[in-house]
């Protein structure tokens, strides 16, 4: 099955499809992990995206039960170099090709994805269309252009939660890692999905919080209703600014909860303090994002997935600290607040994939519960 | 945290000779050291033996001491120099072990001397086992189950609580000396022994066997601020149970889930922190069950390793020198990373294409040796490549090789029952007889369950012979997902194979079968074309190599350091300059003849011409190399040196010209390749290196300039070397012409040997005759090394070797100036050695060997290149002469460069050889015209004998004191032994001798006792020697074979660690070290000191 991969300013691509026959368009992007596919396949963040590996060699030890993120994949579509032949690990129950067929998604190898994630990097993330239908350059640059964009659209509504849930599996046996305190009591929150990772779920549960998951849509009165310690944001996909009801309500929660924000849930805090996003030209994805801790001093090795950024300069510098800065492009990846008890981060500190040098802030977020509680 | 300032000198201890498990990577490793701890104001104080290397080059440390790497010595220049700290974490494991051996003597602390990079406790930590098992269990990780034993009976009993197969393991020895697997208690009691003696605390631990489980390396750094980054994973094609030194292995893993994946990171986290490695890298190794993922740590190098030097090749990420950096107190974030400028280092490498690392073997060098790999390294060296697949690079890698293989067999190179299959129909017709063939499915199943060699190989030939995935997977433990690759391959070739005498479906797949690392050979091969006709057919069809660019973050950022392979994809990443470009071809992977010497070479000609202004590109495939440092030539492309690729870059970049003679043979051999495809060739003429290669143009030049030759002749048939044998008489030497490193040359002494010699050679060199010279029964051999610009030439230095001619001048120990050959002699040496170069017209460099016979020079052969000797003659004569010669390739003249009359050696210089034997138990020691050693060694000092005993001392071979040494020598020899046998007992040693020896000793009044050979009784020579009473083996071979008594206690004194002389010339000059050292006790000075007080002719440079 022939496959092509068109971006908006006329770079075609034509290569093998595997996965699901079809058309399908998105943001076209890139992540730089060697690792972890099937967790980014199913992280709802890339909710709009057709994502590119970097790595060629895709698809080598399958899928498996274990290291799904969601209940199901979001990406749009997925871009490789070589989908791997045969799979090959002991807890694979599914070929990555299969598993997308499953699922409906299409994918295309046998590209130079190299070419593709320079052209990227050199002229900023495009939109784009991957078809197994269409072989016509001319029709799929032209669908690609007119395809919607990204930019001003609420995907947050497409991947949250209808109705709320609780949420208490812990770490897969036998990989379980991280330290948590014991804690004293378990703590109670709220966490709102924007598009919510199983691990950041899974993390929370391990370090002593009862997690309830509320829809996105859920009023700041709603979730009082709750009496929750503590207040959980999670990432999620798309443009940030365009999420304007789930900014309020973390405005009216903000001085009455604890809360901590990961990736969305950073920008939605960002926005609620007075902060602007802006667009980033091609993004970070991927699991070697250098990142210091300011209060520490330490460099940890993270996971990152995101196109959006807080910008450094639009927050009051009175209230709001600069806590964690990108070692790469010194922009912002964590802040709180000088006196109300809120944090955020713009990466992943529950991994998934990738390094596991971030699980002190779970602990952070439980001690700033306990302070404030 | 800034760099430290309490610190101001820093001695760096090197790895000494190359050896088998420690090669190039190491000179490497510490130039980079030495350059960054320079450039950060350190006065950097260097120690290392070994001359052929760019470390001990006088511009790279501030104090260069080229001493022995021995206790002893380390502390008279620590007294001499005072550093303030040491860094031995960058010499491998030599420079390790050196270090806790001095602290163990209390140096360090004597004089103050601080370690960094890796303290005392976290080195015995990672290397003694017990304390490493106890670490490991500490913190929570698995490993094999183990218990150490200390004697034979309690490793029995060890291995009967765990159960057999069991491995044993020495602590503290190198390359894994002396461990193994074992199945049954006999082989137990074996390997448990020899692990003993090898282990320098006589310590070995039992382990569990981990066989055919997945085999990981974790590339790791750590700073003083616990900041700890992965550069790269590295998983082995050949499961558990191969040394990973001899293992294929692929970079980055290929089977590992995330979370499987950062379960082995936050391993290897704890186990840096927990040896306590705080600023520097370190490998560590971990097995994975593959039925059901339990992982278990194997072991840890708390220093810069073979592995790093793969991994920062394979991602562009400078390990050793940023581990140099960390050293003295930098954090990770305080270093940039070169390749992107804007990021720094502490991240983690992502990398977009694969990388593929095959060790090379040289088992042809050895009779008698056990070829089946184990976990003791025996591997000599290694190739690299990179691919945006695993078959390309898998592919790649092994036609990098250069062991006449271009890909994945079907080369015409393919040989299988006996025979070689040079024809696509002698290939196929092979596979389709073998398939029903019993003996032929036992062979495939030997060969895939006994990890060897060429397992590679054998695992596409089970696939064309109808094996299933399954069934290979069985019998080799090899990962599915590898045999899938391989199966791609097959299958690929197949289809290939299929479009034979069809254009059409031809040029349909040219671009999948290159993607798939098919090389052009391959593809003339099963179309019955030829690889010219292929590369025009492929350019015709527009499938050309494109370069990409190593960039350590999968082009997440720009890249500004040229690093490129080739592959077949779209893009194409190169921006070639206006600049004029020169190319200098390296020398592949390191192999015994063709080593560091010549990586030294081409990094003077890159250094040179970058000098001059020229834009440089290196080409090599060798990751242990400085060459392939990224920031060593303007533009490095790291790709196989073949034709077909070298002809890629060329197509490219369009350089002024090539530099073919500085990597050894390997570029000579492309030479013809090159010109027919009208590459100008650099130096020397294409027509002058036929001359000097082919015999009957040879032989006229000789005779021009009245230059004797032994008498010889050349045999392209049995019957022409008889006939010539006749001629001139038995003994006579005899090579397959254009060889390095002597392969496959020997002496003969009568007609059976020719005859048995004649059967293998033909297998040596197919494609050229055979060589047979009259042979010169104990003549002096020498060696000259030349640089001419085609116009003036001038001799680098006279090299006088130690051993007599016959044995391999890349074997024997050779001194600058000749100490035994009067002046007269030595000038007309010169003068032939210049007239010879004026006929060739050399521009660059040449090398002459000679033997003197009876006051007669012949002329043994001339090599129009550089030669094994350059390094040393360089630094002998403290005159850099590759770069000189670089200089003059590229247009200079020698009178513009400063270097018209010849350099005086201010001092006496010795090369001495080290040899693998140690690792290949077993094998005769015997120097031969087959070349053996893997490394060598300088000894530098005010006379001969000082420079002697100094040069026995960096190789190892401690010539003792005082004590008991055993004499056996050949018939022959028995009269010529009695004066030095003499000298000897004059210098107060208790002489044994066995009983033909002995008789004559005494006879000569010469008092010695007489000890039984192995057949006569007990106590023998052998329990002499395992007791390790004797103290020195003086034992000269009769050439009676393998089976001899000679060559069991020659064996034995390899293992017992006690030195033997196996010459009577060696014998004697030993004499005249003891004596000098007993006058005198040796001294040390730089070499900076040295070259400062010669009264010679100063160059430029």
């Given amino acids: 099955m022939k496959a092509w991969l068109a971006l908006e300013d006329g770079l075609v691509f034509e290569g093998e499809g595997f996965g699901a026959e079809g058309e399908t368009f998105g943001e076209v992007v890139f992540n730089t992990s060697l690792y972890g596919y099937q967790e980014i396949l199913t992280d709802p963040s890339y909710k709009g995206q057709l994502v590119a590996m970097t790595y060629p060699h895709i698809g080598n030890y399958g899928i498996n039960p274990e290291d799904e993120e969601s209940f199901h994949p979001w990406v749009e579509g997925f871009i490789v170099r070589e989908l791997s032949p045969v799979v090959s690990n002991y807890r694979s129950r599914e070929s990555l090709g299969d598993y997308l067929k499953r699922h409906g998604k299409t994918g295309i190898e046998g590209i130079d994805t190299r070419r593709l994630v320079k052209h990227l990097r050199d002229f900023g993330a495009k939109k784009g269309v991957l078809s197994t239908v269409d072989g016509d350059p001319v029709s799929l640059v032209r669908k690609a252009a007119e395809s919607p964009s990204i930019v001003g659209v609420d995907l947050v509504r497409e991947v949250t939660c209808q109705k709320p849930y609780t949420y208490r599996e812990t770490l897969p046996p036998g990989f379980e890692w991280g330290e948590a305190k014991t804690k004293n009591k378990v703590r109670r929150i709220v966490a709102i999905d924007g598009g919510i990772k199983f691990n950041i779920l899974r993390k929370l549960h391990q370090h002593g919080f009862d997690v309830t998951v509320v829809p996105a849509s859920m009023s700041a009165g709603d979730i009082l209703q709750y009496r929750p310690d503590g207040l959980f944001l999670s990432n999620g996909p798309g443009d940030p600014s365009a999420v304007t009801y789930l900014v309020e309500t973390v405005r009216k929660l903000i001085g009455k909860l604890p809360i901590f924000g990961i990736c969305l849930g950073h920008q939605m805090l960002g926005l609620a303090l007075g902060g602007t996003t802006s667009k980033l030209k091609f993004g970070h994805r991927g699991g070697n994002q250098p990142v210091k801790d300011l209060l520490t001093g330490r460099i940890e090795i993270t996971s990152q997935n995101h196109g959006f950024v807080v910008d450094i300069g639009s927050l009051p510098k009175n209230e709001v600290e600069m806590t964690h800065v990108n070692l790469n492009d010194q922009t912002l990846e964590g802040l709180r607040h000088r006196k109300l008890p809120l944090f955020s981060v713009q990466y992943h500190p529950e991994n998934s994939p990738g390094p596991h040098d971030s699980d002190y802030l779970f602990s952070r977020f439980y001690d700033l519960i306990e302070k404030n509680g | ?1101």
């Fill in chain 2, 1 to 1101: 945290m800034p760099k430290r300032t309490d610190i101001k000198k820093i001695l760096i201890i090197g790895s000494g000779p190359i050896i088998i498990g420690q090669g190039c990577e190491f000179d490497y490793s510490g130039t980079q050291a030495c350059k960054v701890l320079r450039q950060e104001g350190y006065e950097v104080v260097l120690v290392n033996s070994n001359p052929a290397t760019i470390m001990t080059d006088p511009e790279m440390a501030s104090r260069t001491y080229i001493e022995p790497l021995t206790v002893e010595f380390l502390e008279k220049i620590i007294d001499k120099e005072r550093p303030d700290a040491c860094l031995p974490t960058l010499g491998g494991q030599t420079g390790l072990n050196l270090a806790v051996k001095a602290h163990k003597k209390g140096i360090f602390k004597k004089y103050g001397v601080e370690l960094i990079g890796a303290k005392y406790e976290a080195i015995e930590r990672a290397e003694n086992r017990e304390q490493f098992k106890n670490t490991m269990q500490k913190i929570g990780l698995d490993l094999p189950r183990s218990a150490f034993a200390y004697s034979v009976e309690e490793a029995v009993e060890v291995a009967d609580k765990i159960a057999y197969p069991v491995i044993v393991r020495p602590s503290y020895t190198l390359g894994g000396s002396g461990s193994g697997i074992c199945t049954n208690r006999k082989e137990l009691e074996e390997t448990a022994r020899t692990g003993i003696d090898f282990s320098m605390i006589h310590e070995v631990l039992i382990e569990e066997s981990v066989i055919g489980w997945k085999e990981y390396e974790l590339e790791v750094m750590r700073d003083c601020r616990d900041n700890f980054i992965v550069i790269c994973s590295i998983e082995n094609l050949d499961p558990m149970g191969v040394h990973t030194g001899d293992s294929i292995t692929v970079a980055p893993a290929q089977t590992l889930t995330d979370k499987e994946y950062q379960r082995m990171r936050d391993a290897a986290r704890k186990v840096i922190s927990a040896i306590g490695v705080e600023t520097g890298g370190s490998n560590i190794q971990f097995a994975v069950n593959p039925k059901d993922g339990r992982m278990v740590v194997i072991e840890m190098n708390p220093r810069v390793s073979r592995s790093s030097a793969l991994a920062s090749k394979a991602t562009g990420f400078p390990i050793a020198k940023f581990a140099a950096k960390l050293a003295v107190g930098y954090t990770l974030d305080e270093i940039s990373n070169d390749i992107t400028r804007v990021t720094p280092a502490s991240f983690e490498p992502s990398i977009d294409y694969c990388v593929v690392k095959i060790p090379r073997f040289a088992f042809e060098k050895f009779e008698g040796v056990d070829p089946r790999l184990t976990t003791q390294m025996k591997s000599v060296g290694e190739a690299m490549s990179i691919g945006r697949t695993f078959k390309e690079a898998l592919q790649k890698g092994l036609r990098s090789l250069e062991t006449k293989r271009f890909g994945l067999g079907g080369d015409g190179r393919d040989k299988l029952g006996g025979v070689m299959l040079r024809t696509r129909d002698a290939y196929e017709d092979f596979f389709r007889k073998a398939r029903g063939d019993e003996e032929w499915k036992k062979e495939l199943k030997r060969r895939l369950s006994v990890p060897m060699d060429e397992r590679i190989f054998f695992i596409k030939y089970a696939m064309k012979s109808a094996w299933t995935d399954e069934e290979i997977h069985r019998a080799s433990h090899i990962d599915p997902w590898f045999l899938a690759q391989i199966r791609q391959i097959v299958d690929m070739e197949t289809e290939l194979l299929g479009a034979h005498g069809s254009p059409a479906r031809q040029k349909a797949l040219l671009k999948k079968a290159k993607q798939y690392g098919f090389s052009d050979r391959q593809l003339a091969f099963y179309w019955d074309s030829t690889e010219s006709k292929v590369r025009t057919l492929r350019k015709s069809c527009g499938v050309e190599a494109v370069f990409k660019v190593v960039d350590t973050c999968a082009a997440e950022f720009r890249a500004y350091t040229p690093y490129f392979y080739s592959t077949y994809e779209d893009e194409d990443e190169t921006v070639p300059s206006d600049k004029p470009k020169i190319m200098i071809l390296g020398g592949g992977p390191n192999r015994i003849g063709q080593g560091i010497e010549f990586d030294y070479c081409c990094v003077h000609a890159a250094f040179a011409l970058k000098e001059l202004g020229f834009e440089t590109i290196m080409v090599n495939s060798n990751p242990e190399t400085v060459s392939t440092d990224y920031d060593t030539s303007d533009k490095l492309y790291f790709e196989p040196l073949t034709l077909e690729d070298v002809l890629n870059i060329c197509d490219r970049e369009k350089p002024i010209g090539v530099i073919v003679q500085l990597g050894g043979q390997t570029p000579l051999n492309l030479v013809k390749g090159l010109v027919a495809n009208g590459i100008p060739i650099l130096g020397t003429s294409p027509e002058s290196i036929d001359d000097a290669e082919d015999r009957d143009r040879f032989a006229k030049l000789l005779a021009k300039i009245g230059l004797k030759q032994a008498e010889n002749g050349i045999a392209r048939t049995f019957e022409e070397a008889f006939e010539i044998a006749e001629k001139i008489g038995y003994p006579l030497v005899i090579r397959p012409s254009y060889v390095l490193g002597g392969r496959a040359m020997e002496i003969v002494t009568d007609k059976t040997g020719l005859k048995k010699y004649m059967t293998h050679a033909v297998e040596a060199s197919d494609e050229h005759p055979v060589l047979i010279d009259k042979f010169l029964d104990e003549a002096t051999e020498v060696d000259v090394d030349l640089i001419g610009d085609g116009k003036t030439y001038v001799v680098g230095a006279v090299m006088e070797h130690i051993e007599e001619a016959g044995i391999h001048s890349g074997d024997s120990a050779s001194v600058i100036p000749p100490y035994s050959l009067s002046p007269a002699l030595v000038e007309e040496i010169k003068l032939k050695t210049k007239q010879l170069a004026a006929g060739l017209k050399i521009k660059g460099l040449m090398n002459v060997q000679y033997a003197i016979k009876d006051q007669t020079v012949y002329c043994l052969e001339v090599n129009p290149r550089a030669s094994r000797t350059v390094p040393f003659v360089s630094k002998s004569i403290g005159v850099p002469l590759a770069k000189l010669a670089a200089k003059v390739m590229s247009g200079k003249t020698l009178d513009e460069l400063g270097f018209v009359t010849e350099r005086v050696a201010p001092k006496v210089t010795v090369k001495e050889s080290v040899f693998p034997f140690v690792k290949f138990p077993g094998v005769d020691i015997i120097l031969s015209p087959e070349m053996k050693s893997t490394g060598e060694v300088m000894g530098i000092d005010e006379d001969f004998p000082r420079a002697f005993y100094k040069s026995q001392e960096a190789a190892y071979a401690h010539l003792p004191a005082k004590g008991m040494i055993f004499i056996s020598v050949k018939h022959s020899d028995k009269q010529k032994v009695v004066p030095i046998a003499k000298r000897y007992h004059e210098l107060g040693y208790v002489i044994i001798a066995t009983r033909g020896t002995a008789e004559v000793l005494m006879k000569n009044e010469i008092p010695c006792t007489i000890v039984l050979k192995l057949k006569e009784g007990q106590p023998n020579i052998t329990d002499f020697i395992r007791h390790q009473e004797i103290k020195l083996i003086i034992n000269t071979p009769s050439g009676k074979g393998p089976l001899a008594d000679e060559s069991t206690i020659r064996s034995m004194a390899v293992s017992f660690d006690i030195p033997c002389i196996t010459t009577l010339k060696a014998a004697h000059a030993a004499t005249l070290a003891i004596e000098a050292m007993r006058k005198h006790p040796a001294t040390v000075e730089c070499i900076q000191e040295h070259l400062k007080n010669d009264g010679g002719s100063r160059s430029q440079d």
